[in-house]
């Protein structure tokens, strides 16, 4: 009897093994691991994690967009097939810097450039960017420095705009890309008019890189159009780049005369493309406008949004105004960042303001192909128009917030 236990105990022993043997392999394929990032010239360090022999998975090597401007600037790129790898990223910075936020380049409804990721923190006293991000990518670190230059260094040579000069200071508002004015700012824009001030509209950017540009050519299709384009059976052809711009720069001059700002006071400057404009160009164009305009007030978007192009020209004001170089600053807050960014406050139209800016909408949904109008607001961010038409208000907030 004794016997038989023991024979038992020692075939219930061997079962487990065996099956812990056998099953062991399975287990680890499906399960997470973890693997250090390997050293590197930015020595940035962290761990990345997924499934599978994660280590193989992945590298981290020079970023080989050509068209970035950053000047010292990190810039690298996690190169992976694997998108389901989450990267815990610490990133060090040069010393002296106040603030450092990561961008990742991604391609999105309304441009392609870079955008903020989402789950970050800099420390200031240790001079590095934590970061959590799902899946690689071109990414590149924004540095802000705890000193800035004196603003008269970056005051243009020569003044491009016209001599003309308002009896009262105007209102200058500087627009990332042809939709942003109605989108972010048209309560804003409008409530300046009717207060009897000047508005100057400046756009900075050219547009390109939309997906809509993908979309009107036919290699992407639209749930707004309930489609795909052929830009051959509907007539219109191919669109290059600058015929889109012209198309988007079309839309945004409508838009605005429907706010009610005149036509001569639309500044086309297209500084450069999306992605390509650094902060230094920035603050020389707005220079280039406090030089011709003292006591104007100055407009942007927020440097808290997620877009870089966007948040760009809010810290150009922002680093403007704290070297006194100019003294009022409003920063409007893009309706994607709604939820993230909650500084400041709504302002809401009364009833004639908020028709304007139904009406500079409608511009970006006309469609006549004949005349080179795509409707491409819509094709591009039609959920942002919708929302934005849903509860017509802008969020602004100070240079200080
Ligand atoms: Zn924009």
Redesign the pocket.
């Known amino acids: 009897m004794r016997k038989l236990h023991l024979f038992l105990f020692i075939v219930i022993c061997c079962c487990l093994l065996s099956f812990s043997l056998f099953s062991a392999p399975s287990a680890s394929a499906i399960s997470k691991q973890s693997s250090p990032i390997p050293s590197n010239k930015w020595k940035i360090t962290g761990t990345v994690k997924g499934t599978g022999d994660v280590s193989k998975k992945f590298t981290i090597r020079p970023s080989n967009l050509q068209s970035l401007k950053m000047g010292e600037d990190l810039k690298f790129e996690i190169h992976s097939q694997d998108k389901s790898l989450v990267y815990t990223l610490n990133i060090p910075v040069k010393k002296d810097v106040k603030e450092a936020v990561l961008y990742r380049y991604e391609s999105s409804g309304?441009?392609a450039g870079y955008f903020r990721v989402e789950n970050q923190s800099y420390d200031a006293k240790k001079n590095k960017i934590l970061a959590e991000v799902n899946g690689g990518g071109n990414f590149i670190v924004v540095t802000q420095p705890k000193t800035l230059k004196d603003p008269d260094t970056l005051a243009p040579k020569t003044s491009l705009i016209s001599p003309k000069i308002a009896s009262t200071p105007p209102a200058i508002f500087f627009i990332?890309?042809q939709?942003?004015e109605t989108l972010s700012m048209g309560v804003a824009i409008t409530q300046h008019l009717d207060a009897g001030r000047e508005v100057i509209a400046v756009l900075y950017t050219d547009g390109a890189g939309s997906i809509a540009q993908k979309i009107l050519n036919g290699e992407a299709s639209s749930s707004w159009w309930g489609g795909t384009h052929n830009p051959v059976t509907e007539g219109y052809g191919h669109i290059d780049n600058q015929r889109f711009s012209d198309a988007r720069t079309h839309e945004l001059k409508s838009a605005l005369m429907q706010l009610g700002v005149k036509p001569e006071n639309i500044h086309i400057r297209n500084l450069t493309s999306d992605g390509t404009l650094t902060l230094d160009e920035m603050k020389s164009l707005v220079m280039e406008y406090a030089q011709k305009y003292p006591g104007a007030s100055f407009k942007a978007?927020s440097q808290h949004d997620s877009?870089l192009?966007?948040s760009i020209s809010g810290q150009a004001l922002v680093d403007l105004y704290n070297q006194k170089a100019i003294t009022d600053v409003r920063l409007y807050v893009?309706r994607n960042d709604w939820n993230r960014v909650t500084v400041g406050s709504t302002i809401t139209p009364n009833t004639s303001q908020a028709f304007r800016v139904k009406k500079a909408a409608f511009v970006y949904q006309a469609w006549n192909p004949m005349a080179d109008s795509f409707a491409i607001g819509y094709h591009s961010v039609s959920p942002q128009f919708n929302s934005m038409l849903a509860n017509i208000q802008n969020r602004q907030h100070l240079p200080t917030q």
Do not use: G
Request: charged fraction near 35%; hydrophobic fraction near 10%; proline fraction near 9%.
């Open positions: 309304e441009e990332p890309h939709d942003d978007m877009s192009s966007h893009s």
